[in-house]
Nanobody, 119 residues
Framework: QVQLVESGGGSVQSGGSLRLSCTVS????????MGWFRQAPEKEREFVAA????????THADSVKGRFTISKDNAKNTVYLQMNSLKPTDTAVYYC????????????WGQGTQVTVSS
């Protein structure tokens, strides 16, 4: 059973920074592609960033490109999302997700961590 636990959320002012972490246990972390998603109140969950199992090919949504950076440390079974220049529109619950690299669908999800950005 794969378990994902996020941490690092909180409240910051506009322009501030946060780093989210997601630690994975239960299976071979290094073989999983990882992603970050977010869901704002009354909105659908949206893609934020993703990274391949080997730490290559990071991708970011246009809305966060240049401000957020995803990274993966296989030695620590952890994926990170560094968030800089935060805006009130970044306010959401952030979820990390994992999938075997040979599949298209994220199979495993964390419980989410709240990020609140005030103006």
């Amino acid at each position: 059973q794969v378990q994902l636990v996020e941490s690092g959320g909180g409240s910051v002012q506009s322009g501030g920074s946060l780093r989210l972490s997601c630690t994975v246990s239960g299976r071979t972390f290094s073989s999983y592609d990882m992603g970050w998603f977010r869901q704002a109140p009354e909105k659908e969950r949206e893609f934020v960033a993703a990274i391949k199992w080997n730490g290559e090919s990071p991708t970011h949504a246009d809305s966060v490109k240049g401000r957020f950076t995803i990274s993966k440390d296989n030695a620590k079974n952890t994926v990170y999302l560094q968030m800089n220049s935060l805006k009130p529109t970044d306010t959401a619950v952030y979820y990390c997700a994992a999938k075997p690299t040979y599949t298209a669908t994220y199979n495993y999800w964390g419980q989410g961590t709240q990020v609140t950005v005030s103006s």
